[in-house]
């Protein structure tokens, strides 16, 4: 399928390494140009080498703080007007809710709600009046089953959500489309620091906890960031300008309800 994007330009944040990684090599694939970013310079230098090698794509790599003022004003400087943002950040630590803070719940805001906010609101006008633009946000599949211990991230990305939600139906008119993604267990190295931390945590190996997680799974198997990467380009492309305000789980089945 021709998704019409050959010569397009996005923005992929957190894109170093894992979904965001993923995301970027999807898009870059089908002809569009990149601005990546993440704050580790040289992991960063490293994708972006490889995605240029791989597919012939421009590539211009940005390390800095997304969640602050100025690493935002890095990024769109690089890219005033893109054509696709994919807003991306780590989740905040687990915790017990009575431990944290208002500079914890600050912090949690401040990246997974308020950046992709600030993100939009800098890029949705220029793609109304260009006729064209895609908008995924990266977030979680606790938005649609919340984790106890991930509170602050279901806080905060659940804000994302019900912002986007009222902005999605205003901007499809105009061919600009908002959508979230919610992955589940994918194979990335959060996945794998993951598995290791709770495996100390009892006393048993690595490997077990990864085979007891992946039975847990109706999929029996963790996810290949390569298809979410592949459901985040589909969801760029010319074809997808109907879809718009969705959050899609991404999960092998493992959120257990209808709707």
């Known amino acids: 399928m021709n998704l019409n994007l050959n010569g397009r330009t996005a923005i992929v944040c957190g894109a170093s390494k894992g979904l965001g990684r993923a995301c970027a090599l999807a898009l870059a694939k089908e002809g569009v140009n990149l601005v990546i970013n993440a704050r580790n310079a040289n992991a960063l230098e490293t994708t972006a080498d490889e995605i240029r090698t791989e597919t012939g794509v421009a590539v211009h790599a940005v390390a800095a703080d997304i969640s602050t003022e100025a690493g935002r004003a890095q990024v769109l400087a690089a890219c005033p007007d893109p054509d696709i ?76 959500t019900g912002f986007v939600a009222g902005l999605a139906r205003e901007t499809v008119a105009h061919n600009v489309t908002i959508n979230n993604l919610l992955p589940g267990s994918f194979e990335t190295d959060r996945l794998t620091s993951t598995v290791e931390s709770y495996a100390k945590k009892l006393g048993v190996s690595a490997d077990q906890v990864r085979e007891q997680q992946m039975q847990a799974s109706p999929a029996k198997r963790f996810g290949d960031p ?20 969705q959050n899609l789980l991404l999960d092998g089945g493992a959120y257990p309800g209808t709707f």
């Open 85 to 160: 943002l994919v807003t991306n950040a780590g989740g905040p630590p687990p915790g017990n809710f009575r431990d944290w803070d208002q500079q914890a719940w600050y912090a949690a805001l401040d990246a997974n709600m308020l950046t992709p906010i600030f993100l939009i609101k800098a890029v949705v006008d220029g793609m109304q009046e260009r006729r064209f633009g895609r908008i995924i946000n990266i977030t979680s599949s606790a938005v649609k089953a919340p984790i106890s211990i991930l509170g602050l991230s279901n806080g905060a990305r659940s804000g994302l």
């Open 226 to 245: 390569a298809e979410f990467g592949a459901l985040c380009t589909f969801l760029c492309g010319a074809q997808a300008g109907f879809v718009t305000g």
